[in-house]
C-alpha cells in the first residue's frame, strides 16, 4: 500500500514569508508526528497527534510554529515570520497505536528560507 | 534531559562484520529503535528491542542492556549497499502517552571494497 507522501518535496522562501508543509500519513495510522532534521543531525521531534488533537507539542521550537489535523488523517504543518534558521527538512511519521508503534516515515519537506 | 551517543563515522569491508553502539541516558524508557537512512532519503525501520538482548533480523543484529543503558546494531555480510547513516532512537515515554523518539545524531558507514 501506498507509505507516508509529504509535500512539497523542496520549498524556497524568503525570511518572513509564511509557508504550510503537508503530511498525508498511512490509511488508518491514528497516530502522526512531525520532526524536524538538520544536516548532520538525527531527526528532532516536534509534535504528536493521536486522532485529531495534538497530544503533545513540547517540541515546536516557539509560536511560530503550529500544525493541525482537523480530520484525524493529513496534518499540515505550518510556520509563520519564517527565519533562516528554520531551513531544514521536515520529516513526517505515522504509525499505529499498538505496543511496538513502529514509525513509518515520509520523504521530507526540504525547507530552504533565503 | 534525553542524552542519546553514537560514533559520528565508521568505515568497513564489504563481506566484514561492524557494531555499530549507542549509549543513552533518558528520562524513562519503552523501547529502542534503529533506523537506516540513507542520504536525502526517509529514515527507515531496522530493528527494535524493548527487553534485554539480541533481536535478529537476516543479515542485521540489535542487542539492548537497559541496565547500562546500551544497544548495539550489527550488520553482517557487509555490502556497498548499506552505506548510510543508522539512527539510535529512544522512545523515552511509557504507557499510552507519546510515542516521540529521541533520536542521536546518527552514524555514517562507509562500506569500501
Known amino acids: 500500500g501506498a507509505g507516508v507522501s509529504q509535500t512539497p518535496s523542496n520549498k524556497v522562501t524568503e525570511k518572513g514569508k509564511y509557508v504550510e508543509l503537508r503530511c498525508d500519513p498511512i490509511s488508518g495510522h491514528t497516530a502522526l508526528y512531525w520532526y524536524r532534521q538538520s544536516l548532520g543531525q538525527g531527526p528532532e521531534f516536534l509534535i504528536y497527534f493521536q486522532g485529531t488533537g495534538a497530544a503533545d507539542d513540547s517540541g515546536l521550537p516557539n509560536d511560530r510554529f503550529f500544525a493541525v489535523r482537523p480530520e484525524g488523517s493529513v496534518s499540515t504543518l505550518k510556520i509563520q515570520r519564517t527565519e533562516r534558521g528554520d531551513s531544514a527538512v521536515y520529516l513526517c511519521?505515522?504509525?499505529?497505536?499498538?505496543?511496538?508503534?513502529?514509525?513509518?516515515f515520509g520523504p521530507g519537506t526540504r525547507l530552504t528560507v533565503l | 534531559g534525553q542524552n542519546i551517543d553514537q560514533p559520528t563515522e565508521m568505515t568497513a569491508t564489504e563481506g566484514a562484520i561492524v557494531q555499530i553502539n549507542c549509549t543513552y541516558q533518558t528520562s524513562g524508557f519503552n523501547g529502542l529503535f534503529w533506523y537506516q537512512q540513507h542520504a536525502g532519503e526517509a529514515p527507515t525501520f531496522l530493528s527494535y528491542?524493548?527487553?534485554?538482548g539480541l533481536e535478529e533480523k537476516g543479515r542485521f543484529s540489535s542487542f539492548l542492556s537497559r541496565s547500562k543503558g546500551y544497544s548495539y546494531l550489527l550488520l553482517k555480510e557487509l555490502q556497498m549497499k548499506d552505506s548510510a547513516s543508522y539512527l539510535c532512537?529512544?522512545?523515552?515515554?511509557?504507557?499510552?502517552?507519546?510515542?516521540?523518539?529521541?533520536f542521536g545524531k546518527g552514524t555514517k558507514l562507509s562500506v569500501i571494497p
Open positions: 528491542n524493548v527487553l534485554d
Open positions: 511519521a505515522s504509525s499505529l497505536m499498538d505496543p511496538r508503534g513502529e514509525q513509518f
Open positions: 532512537a529512544v522512545r523515552d515515554r511509557p504507557g499510552a502517552g507519546s510515542y516521540q523518539l529521541t
